[in-house]
């Protein structure tokens, strides 16, 4: 399978923030989660 090379993503993952590619129940267009330390 061959995977794309978006600019917007890899500057994304280079500046330490993990994309959600694909659609998940419960996380919204714009939802920003973060993580503590200790928690999320």
């Known amino acids: 399978m061959a995977l794309c090379n978006d600019p917007s993503l890899t500057y994304l993952n280079s500046a330490g923030y993990n994309v959600v590619r694909l659609p998940?129940?419960?996380?919204?267009?714009?939802?920003?989660?973060?993580?503590?330390?200790?928690?999320?």
Request: net charge neutral.
């Open 24 to 40: 998940r129940a419960g996380i919204d267009p714009l939802d920003v989660i973060g993580k503590d330390a200790r928690s999320i």
